[in-house]
């Protein structure tokens, strides 16, 4: 499979320490990647060197199959993006800027500075300085920018910063859009986890320059947290753990089979059973004469994972 | 192709919208056309006499005590002079002419002969001008004018010891004063080491143009009322000058008879006196060449002496053939200088224009921010820097038309005819007409000015700072183009050895006033070919060639754009 982003065993040093260790990154079509990381941690360093702000000290980075080294100017005119803050000419208007941008592409048709203000929701601002914006109207004017090319790889460093939370809905709709309808791949990267959460596919966790973690968020939870469990509030708790391992039993093969347990603070029964399952185990619970209060799913969430991950250097290699 | 057109288009939109540009642009425009337009005041106005009164008048008695005093020891130096010459042996005085010569013998042989002139054919014609322009100005306006008279003297400091104590620091080989119409002009004291001029210059309070407008005054009463009995009675001189060989006399009655042809009525006072000391020139030259001889029983021409001499006189002669280089008499020195003054102006401020610039160019979208874009454009960074330095380019181009449409405008408005010009190259005079000769002088001028913008881009990609690389480029290159800053360095390396007094050849000064290298050198090229100039026979001439200043321009310039390349591609973007 053809990955938009493909780095490979990148290096960076400054000076003479090292800042990225050999990294490894894929993006694939239509996916959002998050990528993650402790401050100093190297995120930055490494978008950089993808988008040729750093020359690397080995390794090497292809987007969709074009090698960068090589074939800078075509490789480069398939990815948008913004790094740190979007700075511009602040002295030109909005709209001059992007035809400034675009005039170092190939490929922007006419009608396109419009779609993409109108996109961003800048239409009415297009035509003032930029000096005059706030930093929400810059991120949306830097997103403007980025997909006036329509890239296959849009790489967003921290996008959401000083966007108020309609901003924030609206970005993540169109990075949505463009990654699942457009196919577009999409790295991110940003502190802001919980949005990361709704945005994100898969997620890349960086620590020390070294990529520890890269997975579906799913999958990086199952890491953390193990598998997904189901909380049931129930009146008699024994019957019922009896109950839900019969079912156990009867459906899962030995071996990989799940057992129930008692918390034993709440008097809870806590079952790793995915939600597919949940209406026939609670069809015996209450045939079985159980009361049932409540069943909750267990929510872990990626800041849990990234804590887990980076915290206290328990890092999971 | 198509990406370094495009980022030369983004380019050429930033810099339309900078405001530092627009306000130079405007500058440099309005200042040549004010200064134009008071040079055409003065010349309607006419403020030649009101400026003559107040320089007749008696408010400036300290100025005239200091120059009377200041005669006073003159005229004693000057007798105390004659008085030595006299009593020495081997020294004489000749009155007729006024000049001072003394003969050095070993055993019987003549060694050499210093002479010291306080008349020449000039003194004799200006003086009786002066004379005849005293009792007229006296007649005109009323009052008694005072001071009125010429004085050169060149002699040495062991004759002139009290006003080497008055004035100079007491180890200056030689004097010359200059006192003309009682002003106190100036005075060059020359200090000689064994091969090389040192020359230390002071020139009167009073300012050029008041000087220009009574001199030309006076020079126009005395053309106006009876030249012809002037040059009448230099010819009688010359005649009856028994100390003249047959062929001197006749090369000083040739000089005579074409200084009468070349006095005109619209000669001003300056470009007559050029005029007539090439003819001095060319006299001199041709008696050197006759006799084979440096003077009268003095040392013998060597070969190239010959060679180079020769080349001079059929210079001369080819001007005065053609009328270039103010040999023909239609040259007004003071327009002319005036005008080289405007030229000047528009050229400086665009200077520091293309310097602010080049500093500006990469250094600004650093500080901006705006690096970030063109970093992310699909675009390769030499491509970034080529655009850059084309619209350097294009900028300095245009500040050049600027300057050299307004001059022509400054031109029209002053009603100035800034000079005839004449290029002399090798052995032939071309004539280019003041239009296409200032359009060269002004492209040629733009050449360091674009070297200095190169420099500034360098430092801009070096220090990636609006105001570092401002402050770095203009503060260095005003620096190294003063010639304070040159003595500076030289004086710190010394300027006693062979190979340092040469260094300063190699210093940025002796090469970036490349027009005016340029030109001073095609005029007087006789002295060097473009061979010689390629074979380092510059290496020992007092100055370069415009070919080396070129070639030395443009080694470095090259040097600047590699390390901008250099910095500006490798260097990461933090």
Redesign the interface.
């Known amino acids: 499979m053809e990955y938009v982003l493909d780095v490979k065993n990148v290096t960076k040093y400054f000076g003479k320490r090292r800042i990225l260790n050999g990294i490894n990154l894929q993006v694939r079509p239509g996916e959002v990647m998050g990528f993650i990381g402790p401050n100093g941690a190297g995120k930055t360093t490494a978008i950089k060197v993808i988008l040729g702000f750093l020359s690397d000290d080995g390794g090497e980075i292809s987007i969709c199959g074009l090698n960068v080294k090589a074939d800078y100017e075509k490789a480069m005119g398939l990815v948008g993006g913004i790094v740190e803050n979007p700075d511009m000419y602040k002295q030109f208007s909005g709209r001059l800027n992007l035809e400034m941008y675009a005039r170092t592409h190939d490929n922007v048709p006419e009608g396109r500075i419009d779609e993409v203000t109108a996109m961003v929701g800048l239409e009415n601002r297009i035509n003032d300085k930029v000096k005059k914006y706030s930093l929400g109207m810059k991120q949306r004017l830097g997103l403007a920018m980025s997909m006036l090319h329509k890239p296959r790889l849009l790489i967003l460093d921290e996008p959401t910063n000083g966007l108020d939370p309609a901003g924030i809905k609206e970005l993540r709709d169109i990075i949505l859009h463009l990654a699942h309808d457009e196919g577009v791949g999409v790295l991110i990267s940003s502190h802001q986890l919980a949005e990361m959460q709704n945005l994100c596919d898969r997620a890349s966790i960086i620590v020390n320059g070294d990529i520890v973690a890269e997975d579906t968020l799913d999958a990086l939870n199952f890491r953390v947290n193990g598998e997904p469990t189901h909380t049931f509030d129930v009146d008699d708790p024994m019957a019922s753990i009896k109950i839900i391992n019969d079912f156990f039993a009867e459906t899962e093969a030995e071996g990989a089979r799940h057992s129930a347990r008692c918390d034993a603070s709440t008097g809870s029964v806590i079952a790793a059973v995915d939600s597919a399952k949940i209406p026939e185990i609670v069809r015996r619970l209450a045939f079985a004469g159980v009361n049932i209060y409540g069943v909750k799913a267990s929510k872990s969430t990626l800041e849990d994972a990234f804590i887990a991950i980076t915290g206290g250097g328990n890092t999971i290699a | 192709m198509?990406?370094l057109k495009?980022?030369y288009?983004?380019e050429l939109?930033?810099a339309v919208?900078k405001p530092i540009i627009i306000v130079f642009i405007i500058l440099i425009s309005a200042s040549m056309l004010v200064i134009a337009g008071f040079m055409g005041l003065v010349r309607v106005v006419d403020v030649t006499l009101p400026l003559y009164d107040y320089y007749a008048s008696e408010e400036d008695a300290d100025y005239d005590e200091n120059v009377n005093s200041l005669k006073l020891s003159l005229d004693s130096a000057l007798a105390k002079m004659q008085a030595e010459l006299i009593s020495e042996e081997n020294g004489y005085y000749d009155e007729e002419t006024h000049s001072f010569t003394k003969k050095f013998y070993s055993d019987s042989e003549l060694l050499y002969s210093v002479t010291g002139n306080v008349s020449n054919i000039m003194y004799d014609l200006e003086n009786s001008c002066l004379q005849k322009a005293r009792a007229d100005l006296t007649k005109a306006t009323g009052r008694s004018v005072k001071n009125t008279m010429y004085f050169s003297v060149t002699a040495y400091d062991y004759l002139f010891s009290d006003l080497l104590d008055q004035i100079v620091s007491s180890d200056a080989n030689r004097i010359f004063f200059e006192i003309k119409d009682g002003l106190f002009e100036k005075y060059t004291v020359v200090k000689e080491f064994d091969d090389e001029f040192k020359t230390f210059e002071w020139i009167g309070t009073r300012s050029a143009i008041l000087e220009e407008s009574v001199y030309n005054r006076i020079y126009k009463l005395c053309t106006d009322n009876d030249a012809s009995a002037v040059f009448e009675y230099k010819r009688e001189l010359i005649n009856n000058d028994s100390s003249l060989s047959e062929k001197e006399k006749k090369n000083e009655l040739l000089s005579l008879d074409i200084m009468k042809d070349l006095y005109r009525d619209d000669m001003d006072y300056e470009s007559w006196r050029e005029v007539t000391s090439k003819f001095q020139m060319l006299a001199n030259y041709r008696t050197m060449l006759e006799t084979g001889e440096k003077s009268e029983g003095g040392p013998r021409l060597t070969e190239e002496e010959v060679k180079n001499y020769s080349l001079i006189v059929e210079e001369i002669e080819t001007g005065l053939r053609t009328g270039a280089n103010g040999y023909g008499g239609r040259y007004n020195s003071s327009d002319k200088q005036t005008g080289d003054a405007l030229l000047q102006i528009g050229i400086g401020l665009a200077q520091i224009l293309v310097i602010i610039l080049g500093a500006l160019l990469v250094a600004e979208d650093f500080q901006?921010?705006?690096i970030?874009?063109l970093?992310?454009?699909?675009?390769?960074r030499h491509r970034i820097v080529s655009a850059k330095l084309l619209l350097l380019v294009t900028v300095t181009l245009v500040c050049a038309i600027q300057v050299f449409v307004t001059y022509m405008l400054a031109a029209l408005i002053s009603g100035s005819d800034f000079g005839n010009n004449v290029f002399v190259i090798g052995q032939h005079a071309y004539s280019l007409g003041p239009v296409l000769y200032y359009l060269l002088y002004t492209l040629a001028a733009f050449v360091p000015v674009l070297f200095h913008g190169c420099f500034a881009f360098m430092i801009s990609t070096l220090i990636r700072n609006t105001g570092g690389s401002i402050a770095v480029s203009l503060g260095t290159v005003s620096m190294i183009s003063t010639s304070s800053g040159v003595s500076l360095i030289v004086n710190l390396v010394g300027s006693k050895t062979y190979f340092f007094r040469h260094l300063t050849k190699f210093l940025p000064t002796s090469n970036l006033s490349f027009q005016t290298i340029l030109f001073r050198s095609v005029v007087e090229s006789t002295d060097y070919s473009v061979m010689d100039i390629l074979t380092m026979r510059f290496m020992l001439g007092e100055t370069n060639g415009p070919l080396f200043a070129f070639l030395y321009m443009s080694v470095l310039a090259a040097t600047f754009i590699f390390i901008s390349y250099q910095s500006y591609v490798?260097r990461?973007?933090?």
């Open positions: 198509r990406k495009a980022l288009q983004n939109i930033k919208k901006s921010g705006a970030k874009t970093i992310i454009a699909p675009v390769k490798k990461d973007v933090k």
